[in-house]
């Protein structure tokens, strides 16, 4: 059965433009998360998406936006791009998301974002 | 504020066993998770614990004490392909995941 999809893995973007983010969940999950990975940080939840629906935000300003497809597809936005976001974003799929407290996430190999 | 800690980097020999310690404060509890993370690849299910005590899978064991804050996840007879970061997380009241930055675990032959 075919994992979590992220496109694209690289990519770089100069400050003030936008990037767009798709990730593909395991078939017949229907909860997507977004984290944001940074050297020596932990994950930092951006938000989930349930059946279209986003069900938890993370604390990440406004320019962090996402939006999951009927068929559970999702992306993230992030707009007017700043040094900071250089980051890897990683996408997880789970079959009942984050109201389930033994919600255990497939992630995908991430997309590494680079600001100049 | 919500805080889980767990050391930077480890380093073990190989065939050894080794302890990677996570505590944590947090609002409210609904498990933690152990997640292990190959360098540029991405972090894959280990463990999950919410009720006291030790789960056994394999090599990999996990432990939890809800009453101190605290797990560790325990790796016996370490292999070269071991690695790796291993997250810690836990599950909030309001069931979001707060991480740990992780533990870079580098196996000597």
């Known amino acids: 059965k075919a994992g979590v999809t992220q496109t694209p893995r690289y990519l770089i973007k100069t400050r003030g433009q936008q990037v767009t983010l798709s990730c593909s969940p395991i078939?017949?999950?229907?909860?997507v998360s977004w984290y944001q990975q940074t050297p020596g940080q932990g994950l930092q939840f951006l938000f989930e998406y349930f059946s279209e629906t986003q069900r938890n935000k993370g604390n990440f300003p406004g320019r962090f936006s996402g939006r999951q497809f009927s068929n559970s597809r999702s992306e993230m936005n992030v707009s007017t791009l700043e040094l900071g976001d250089s980051a890897l974003y990683l996408c997880?799929?789970?079959?009942?998301?984050?109201?389930?407290?033994?919600?255990?996430?497939?992630f995908g190999a991430g997309s590494r974002l680079t600001v100049l | 504020g919500q805080n889980i800690d767990q050391p930077t980097e480890m380093t073990a020999t190989e065939g050894a066993i080794v302890q990677i310690n996570c505590t944590y404060q947090?609002?409210?509890?609904?498990?933690l998770f152990w997640y292990q993370q190959h360098a540029g690849e991405a972090p894959t299910f280990l463990s999950y614990?919410?009720l006291d005590g030790l789960e056994e899978k394999g090599r990999f064991s996990s432990f939890l004490s809800r009453s101190k804050g605290y797990s560790y996840l325990l790796l016996k007879e370490l292999q070269m392909k071991d690695s790796a970061s291993y997250l810690c997380a836990v599950m909030d009241s309001n069931y979001q995941l707060i991480w740990g930055a992780g533990t870079k675990l580098i196996i000597k032959p």
């Open positions: 078939s017949g999950h229907r909860s």
């Open positions: 614990n919410v």
């Open positions: 997880a799929s789970s079959l009942q998301g984050t109201l389930s407290g033994a919600n255990v996430l497939t």
């Open positions: 947090t609002s409210g509890f609904n498990g």
